[in-house]
């Protein structure tokens, strides 16, 4: 089946540290690739997007993704966690199949610690 | 800048009642989706419409729901007898045709009691 693997479910960091939240898609095709963030109690909101063009792509807020076909992954990242990151990250792609819906991982959520 | 809005933002209701519930996509947007998010869980492609009739529908959009876009710019998700379990998190989107991203919604806390 095609799908969308968030490889942990928790990711947990000390404020100034890197984070690193790990996708990976898996498809016949090579799918637009998208992460979004979920603050407590509020919408979705696009952090990023991989739509075929560079494969490194800079988001909103520091975070940033790269895109590898060889390994079929998408992590995010970055350099150093704020308080305001605590948030439940999703790796969304689309166009998988052709088809023009959403596929979304697990979720993972962030916490940052102090 | 342009956004998707959905009403209510919170909904209660008895199990056994018909709920509606409304979406106002990007004007400009050709495909438009709903998704749920169950508490604690992840989420859930429903059904996404496009040039006037459902173009793909998971497994959960049973007969009991059914979208409707019936004057060109609202797009309306129906439950015509909630269950408990229908007790979620719904989120409407909207994108343009090809590879973009889709907008979302604030989402409308549905609880069926």
């Known amino acids: 089946a095609q799908s969308v693997t968030q490889l942990d479910s928790h990711v947990s960091v000390s404020e100034g540290t890197p984070v690193l939240l790990r996708c990976n898609y898996s498809?016949?095709?090579?799918?637009?690739l998208f992460w979004y963030v979920q603050h407590p109690n509020k919408g979705l909101q696009l952090l990023l997007k991989y739509t075929s063009a560079a494969t490194l792509v800079k988001g909103i807020n520091g975070f940033e993704a790269e895109f590898k076909k060889s390994e079929t992954s998408f992590h995010l990242t970055k350099p150093s966690a704020h308080m305001s990151d605590a948030a439940e990250y999703f790796c969304?792609?689309?166009?998988?199949?052709?088809?023009?819906?959403?596929?979304f991982g697990q979720g993972t959520r962030l916490t940052i610690n102090p | 800048e342009p956004e998707v809005t959905q009403t209510p933002s919170h909904q209660v209701t008895q199990m056994g009642q018909e709920v509606i519930l409304r979406c106002v996509p990007i004007?400009?947007?050709?495909?438009f989706y709903w998704y749920r998010q169950i508490l604690g869980q992840k989420v859930e492609f429903l059904v996404s419409?496009?040039?006037?009739?459902?173009?793909?529908k998971s497994e959960i959009f049973d007969d009991q729901f059914s979208v409707e876009r019936p004057d060109g710019s609202n797009f309306t998700l129906k439950i015509r007898s909630t269950k408990l379990e229908d007790s979620a998190m719904y989120f409407c989107?909207?994108?343009?045709?090809?590879?973009?991203?889709?907008?979302f919604g604030q989402g409308t806390r549905l609880t069926v009691v």
């Open positions: 004007s400009n947007h050709l495909y």
């Open positions: 969304v792609a689309k166009g998988i199949q052709g088809a023009q819906k959403l596929v």
């Open positions: 498809s016949s095709y090579s799918p637009s």
């Open positions: 419409f496009y040039n006037n009739e459902i173009s793909e």
């Open positions: 989107a909207s994108t343009r045709e090809g590879r973009t991203e889709a907008f």
